[in-house]
């Protein structure tokens, strides 16, 4: 009988393991900025150590939240824990993050979809971890660059098995429900592709998403950039970012509004096997995630306001559905749960970066963004068991 129950437990936690298996949340908590105005009294910069911010364990993170009691006026702390798959404390640098998801990286090389999130309020990190800075060195450039790197490394290294790879490089953005393509050239520009705009900035042309296959979605009209050399990510990511700054002069916090999806489609042909891999890279970062209130709002800036919070709210739903292996999936919510629904759920895996602002006076917000991130990375034990009968 003891048997038995012990069975029951193990395979309780290989379940909960199993489903758990392609959804990982990483925190990262950005570093105190000169811009924050926090130098202490003798003018030296403010320290990391923010005093409602504990790192008790590698993958723990605990909010110290104080309330002051109006009758007697005395302040009580509690401590409000939260755990994830890893938390990155301020100076945890670029190459310390890229590692943990070095692993994930080579597994679209492999043939598996992967989508890669930076969720958080605006100014906590999301574009810097993706990214990199404006002018980045080897040291602080992000994500992107690092991951196409190694990809380039990796099937470099593969070509000695019989592979040969393809890569195709497209940049998004959605903003207000509707999709636009980052990588439109300028007439001059010689790379291939289809998009021209008039005006500069990211195209008014409509795109739309079709599914093709269970594993291959389009985006009508959209710019697809064939890459030889992990180099031209820098030129792609340039572009990306100066027609976004040209859009962004009608509205001037566009890029903190819109969600970007960077999409990698590899494919590889094995000719001595006959056997072909097709993975997907998606690396989006996302709308901030600030609650935006409505009560004022109108016009354009209401509808805005609702796209996000309707767009952020579906993609936790979703990855959420997926966790939970509930028989719907409510993809079509919104345009960026549709765009990447072949590579959200079946075999995919799935990363979010929560990112964080390490000021007491972000502390709601912050607190907003890892009860999100708790929920996309929870799965119940109930679902565990329904599963394993
Ligand atoms: P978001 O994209 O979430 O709005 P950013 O990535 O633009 O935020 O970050 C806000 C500011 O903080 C930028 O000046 C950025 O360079 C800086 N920053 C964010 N994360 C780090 C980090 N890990 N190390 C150093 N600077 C950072
Ligand atoms: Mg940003």
């Not at 990262?28 to 900025?33: A, E, K, Q, Y």
């Not at 906590?124 to 196409?148: F, L, Q």
């Not at 999806?261 to 970062?285: H, P, Q, W």
């Not at 306001?305 to 997926?322: H, M």
């Amino acid at each position: 009988r003891l048997r038995d129950e012990e069975t029951t437990r193990r395979r309780l936690h290989n379940t909960i393991q199993e489903l758990k298996g392609n959804i990982r949340v990483f925190c990262r908590v950005r570093p105190i900025l000169p811009s924050d105005g926090l130098a202490t009294a003798d003018g030296a910069p403010a320290s990391d150590s923010m005093p409602h911010i504990r790192y008790p364990e590698p993958n723990e993170i605990e909010i110290i939240q104080t309330t002051e009691s109006a009758s007697s006026g005395k302040t009580t702390a509690k401590a409000i824990p939260f755990s994830f798959d890893r938390v990155f404390p301020p100076r945890t640098d670029q190459l310390a993050v890229f590692e943990e998801i070095a692993q994930l990286v080579q597994s679209a090389l492999d043939g598996y979809p992967v989508c890669i999130f930076a969720y958080g309020q605006t100014g906590s990190g999301k574009t810097h971890t993706m990214e990199g800075p404006d002018h980045p060195t080897e040291a602080t450039m992000g994500m992107i660059p690092r991951a196409v790197r190694q990809i380039y490394a990796g099937a470099e290294a593969l070509k000695a098995k019989g592979w040969v790879y393809t890569m195709e490089g497209q940049f998004l953005e959605i903003y207000n429900e509707a999709i636009h393509d980052l990588l439109v050239e300028s007439p001059a520009s010689s790379a291939g592709g289809n998009g021209t705009s008039p005006s500069g900035g990211v195209s008014t042309r409509k795109h739309e998403i079709r599914h093709i296959t269970a594993s291959k979605t389009i985006v009508t009209d959209a710019t697809s950039v064939v890459m030889d050399s992990s180099d031209q990510v820098h030129t792609l990511l340039k572009r990306a970012s100066k027609n976004r700054a040209v859009a962004a002069t009608n509205c001037n916090e566009r890029s903190s509004r819109s969600h970007s999806v960077f999409t990698l489609r590899l494919t590889g042909r094995n000719s001595a096997s006959d056997e072909v891999s097709e993975g997907v890279l998606n690396l989006i970062d996302l709308a901030g995630s600030e609650r935006l209130s409505q009560s004022g709002s109108t016009g354009d800036r209401l509808k805005e306001t609702q796209a996000i919070n309707k767009s952020l709210s579906c993609l936790g739903d979703v990855i959420y559905a997926i966790a939970n292996r509930d028989s719907h999936v409510p993809y079509r919510n919104s345009k960026l749960t549709y765009l990447l629904q072949n590579s959200l759920g079946g075999n995919s895996k799935t990363l979010m970066f929560v990112n964080m602002s390490p000021l007491a006076n972000n502390l709601q917000e912050t607190l907003c963004s890892l009860r999100f991130a708790t929920k996309v990375n929870s799965c119940h034990i109930g679902t565990a068991r329904r599963n394993l009968k």
